[in-house]
């Protein structure tokens, strides 16, 4: 049954997309129930005519300057705005104090309209037509360059919970990556990419994963360094219990408890100077730092009491409004708890200040590489602090694919477009500043979603949600913008299905895309590494596939029949499956085997599964490293032909996601025989072309 012409009137007014194309050309429409159902959650009713006239009504309005405070604009374009009758005049007062002004012209394209000329000077500036009064974002051309000239770097790439070192308390901490960025520095190495380092819930420590935190605002407590904690007479912090050295898999909760536990003594034992400077950050977190720094205190006041600690929408009424009167109580009541989060913050923020320092004296060239998530936990920090600028009943996915024909559900809440707009992006904007500032270049998660989001209403199938347009140019601007003004590199994350022509936009905006080896592939095998893109960052794996290693041997293969196997109990069908998988497995290695060859990059006959793997990693890194890309991240479990990824999409318990700890400590990590030869490979390689 087709969709009623007024609902899809509606959903274009809106950016709900009706039709998408797929990875392989074919085209796809979005039903009208499930056109409704996203509708419905986004704020606009339509189950009758009524409903959507009315809602079509309200979304053309929406689109009125009235409803933005904030306009972006490319540097010196010309702008085009709405003026009240009769005003001729403008003016512009730049973030330097200086006013420009000038007189509107006639804006032929859009009639009632005017434009003016924006300054040839980025920035937030305010401009002021008559009575009203809005932010002028003006952005420059392109993003903060990685390197000048024909760039070409390499580094690695880390999960910071992963990394080892005495006295962490079994979870990786930015000692241990301050502690790497010198050892990869003697390597020749010249960044070291990061996993998320967001907040989590400290009072649901069994909530981890690193792409679903709390809020990305802020970050992971856990990964504080108390070693640089000294007390007024001298003495050092007290440090956590150390895990067993031999110990390969993360307690959250057990060493997370430890850890808050050693955190809360530290806190207690601050002096006159680190409480001034605790004082200092709390000023400068504003009202972000508050917010987030209560939610955490009830989190665990309820905790305490037998409430459900995480989830703000299972509170009561009051309490889910961050500004409410009885939030204010709660927070005057428990005012040493909050204090307690804030200094976890500063905690944190000094020992990522201390590694980004270790990066610049170990002069690694580029320095830490952040990753920004695409989303949050619907119902942690983040949502609540920003209501209205998050997507409410909606979560973010991707449609099906050839590579996961159900779809996928992240069980994520992203920025709504809607709200972003109403509040001038004043949400996104501060998520990109802190962002940035923190680090030397930024990874973002899912660039495609600066195009569009696939959104799963809740409770739905993810091949029932709907592609959401997002404000694409807006969110390009800031993002170039942004990126100048804290002197970071961009990279955006865009594998999957990529709206059309959005990677040539990110080229254009100077923002880095990512090429991966088992996505470098066309119909005849592998591609060569002079057909990768020289605007991106190449990687030989993610957190999210199988290593190299894993990958050759079947591994991955193996682990998901597993997996099946224990979920639906042992039949021929799985045996038959994996059976098939494996033929096709041993056909795409003769492929991969071949373009290694054929660049040069290895000789001979393809190892056997159970020969040593030398000859493939360093293959592999060669291929890799002689690639177009700007930059190369091998991931440490290529490094060190690891077999397990970090973590196995489409699973929660069966696999231990963002548990597992490399072997040995990162001061020996670089040390054995056969990776400082795989590491000289790949340098060698990023010299020849």
Not at 222 to 229: C, M, T
Not at 278 to 289: C, D, M, P, Y
Not at 614 to 633: E, Q, T, Y
Request: with cysteine; net charge neutral.
């Amino acid at each position: 049954m087709s969709a009623p012409q007024d609902l899809l009137r509606l959903a274009a007014a809106v950016g709900v997309l009706e039709r998408w194309t797929d990875e392989t050309g074919r085209s796809h429409h979005v039903t009208a129930a499930n056109l409704a159902a996203v509708l419905e959650r986004l704020g606009y009713p339509c189950s009758t005519a009524v409903q959507r006239a009315a809602s079509l009504q309200q979304a053309r309005a929406e689109r009125s300057d009235a409803h933005c405070p904030l306009l972006t604009v490319d540097f010196g374009a010309a702008v085009s705005v709405e003026a009240p009758e009769g005003v001729r005049e403008y003016a512009i007062e730049l973030e330097g104090g200086e006013v420009i002004g000038g007189r509107l012209g006639v804006d032929r394209r859009e009639r009632g309209r005017r434009r003016l000329q924006a300054p040839r000077r980025a920035g937030y500036h305010r401009l002021q037509i008559g009575d009203s009064e809005r932010v002028l974002a003006v952005a420059p051309s392109r993003a903060h360059p990685m390197g000048e000239g024909e760039f070409r770097g390499w580094g690695c790439a880390a999960q910071i919970h992963s990394l080892r070192r005495p006295g962490d308390g079994g979870i990786g901490d930015f000692a241990a990556v301050a502690e790497l960025c010198h050892a990869l520095a003697e390597r020749g190495g010249g960044a070291l990419g990061l996993s998320p380092s967001h907040a989590p819930f400290t009072a649901d420590l069994g909530k981890y994963s690193p792409y679903a935190p709390s809020s990305r605002l802020f970050l992971n407590p856990l990964h504080a360094d108390l070693g640089f904690l000294g007390h007024g007479d001298g003495a050092a912090a007290p440090l956590a219990p150390a895990a067993a050295d031999d110990r390969a898999l993360i307690d959250w909760v057990g060493d997370g408890e430890r850890k808050l536990q050693v955190l809360r003594h530290a806190f207690e034992a601050l002096d006159a100077g680190q409480q001034a400077e605790l004082g200092r950050f709390r000023e400068a977190g504003g009202e972000a730092l508050q917010r987030h720094a209560c939610f955490e205190a009830l989190s665990h006041h309820r905790a305490i009491h037998g409430g459900w600690p995480g989830d703000w929408r299972s509170w009561s009424a009051p309490l889910r409004q961050p500004d409410s009167a009885e939030v204010a109580e709660f927070a005057r009541g428990h005012a040493g708890s909050i204090e307690f989060h804030m200094f976890a913050q500063w905690a944190a923020e000094r020992s990522l200040d201390r590694a980004r320092n270790a990066a610049r004296d170990a002069r690694l060239r580029i320095g830490l590489v952040g990753d920004l998530a695409v989303g949050a936990d619907p119902g942690g920090s983040e949502t609540w602090t920003w209501r209205e600028e998050s997507l409410a009943g909606l979560t973010l996915g991707a449609p099906p694919d050839a590579f996961n024909m159900r779809g996928q559900g992240w069980g994520l809440s992203g920025f709504s477009p809607i709200g972003l707009r109403r509040n001038g992006f004043a949400a996104f904007r501060d998520l990109l500043g802190r962002s940035m500032s923190r680090f030397d270049a930024l990874r973002i998660d899912h660039a495609l979603g600066f195009a569009r989001l696939w959104v799963i209403p809740d409770g739905a199938e993810p091949a029932d949600g709907a592609y959401l347009r997002m404000p694409l140019h807006d969110i390009l601007r800031l993002l170039r913008l942004e990126s100048v003004r804290n002197g970071c590199p961009l990279i955006g994350e865009d594998l999957g299905t990529v709206p059309p022509g959005l990677r040539k936009r990110l080229q254009a905006s100077g923002i880095y895309g990512t090429d991966v080896l088992a996505f470098a592939r066309d119909r005849d095998g592998f591609r060569e590494p002079a057909a990768w893109r020289a605007s991106a960052v190449a990687m030989s794996s993610t957190h999210d596939l199988p290593t190299v290693a894993g990958w050759w041997s079947g591994r991955d293969l193996e682990v998901r029949a597993e997996i099946e196997q224990a979920a639906d109990g042992a039949d021929g069908a799985a045996a038959a499956d994996l059976a098939a998988q494996r033929a096709q497995r041993g056909k795409d290695r003769q492929l991969l085997w071949q373009a290694l060859r054929d660049a040069g990059c290895a000789k001979g006959t393809a190892p056997d599964d159970a020969a040593q793997l030398d000859a493939l990693i360093a293959a592999v890194l060669a291929f890799v490293g002689r690639s177009a890309c700007s930059l190369v991240l091998a991931p440490l479990e290529d490094v060190l032909a690891l077999r397990e990824q970090p973590n196995l999409p489409g699973t929660v318990d069966e696999y231990p996601n963002w548990r597992q700890r490399l072997p040995v400590a990162v001061g020996e990590l670089l040390h054995a025989p056969e990776v400082v030869a795989r590491l000289r490979t790949l340098a060698a390689s990023r010299r020849r072309r």
